[in-house]
């Protein structure tokens, strides 16, 4: 299994760009890097997904360096309402191994005014 | 959109009941999951379905059963509970992705359990 590692929290003003790095250094080679956001009281919502190289969105990207080793999450001009707690997900489903789905911990974003 | 209902928000029960959490997706979704959430420990698969009546145990299946017939709803079962099972409870379905791509997750709201 691919076991991720993030920052317990992180801090940022409102208008900073934030970037939230992941690492998965035994990620496997048909696994997948998904990240989810998740509000109190809420399931997580995802944001963004990628193999290799660069993803973007209407709402973030995704960096990822050519050994997969990590991955990088970038989010442009944060509000207050981006505070958070944003998951770094690694894996690929195949027939029946849910398993394969390891969550991280969490990183607890919180944008100061 | 695609909706996952959990039918509990928050249950309280006491130690050795039969607890039943009732998930319903209503999209037609194969895979549905069943995560609990603690301070500090994320996201733990407790068991996982892909067809009907069919499913496979996460990483945490201990104290838990599931039961899946028919394809919108998946429930988790806590045959006797316990005290360390007070957590949240979140059901997730699986969005279709492209080949070989782990697809998006669409969670319910959670049910907050307390078993005294």
């Known amino acids: 299994l691919a076991k991720t590692t993030q920052p317990i929290s992180m801090d940022s003003y409102e208008g900073q760009e934030v970037n939230i790095t992941c690492s998965h250094n035994n990620i496997a080679t048909n696994d997948y890097i998904t990240w989810y956001q998740q509000f109190p009281s809420q399931g997580p919502r995802f944001i963004i997904q990628g193999y290799k190289t660069k993803v973007t969105n209407e709402v973030a990207s995704l960096f990822i360096p050519a050994d997969r080793k990590s991955s990088t999450l970038s989010l442009p001009r944060v509000s207050l309402s981006d505070t958070a707690v944003y998951y770094c997900l690694v894996g690929r489903i195949s027939s029946g191994s849910a398993r394969q789905l390891t969550f991280g911990s969490g990183t607890q974003l919180t944008v100061l005014p | ?116």
């Not at chain 2, 067809?51 to 039961?67: N, R, W």
């Open chain 2, 1 to 116: 959109d695609v909706k996952v209902t959990q039918s509990s928000r928050y249950l309280v029960k006491r130690t050795g009941e039969k607890v039943f959490l009732e998930c319903v997706q209503d999209m037609d979704h194969e895979n549905m999951f069943w995560y609990r959430q603690d301070p500090g420990l994320g996201l733990r698969l407790i068991y996982f379905s892909y067809d009907v009546k069919m499913k496979e145990k996460g990483d945490i299946p201990e104290g838990y059963s599931v039961s899946r017939e028919k394809k919108e709803r998946f429930s988790l079962i806590l045959e006797s509970a316990s005290t360390n099972q007070t957590s949240m409870y979140l059901c997730a379905t699986l969005g279709l992705a492209e080949t070989g791509a782990t697809g998006e997750l669409f969670f319910g709201e959670g049910s907050r359990l307390t078993v005294l």
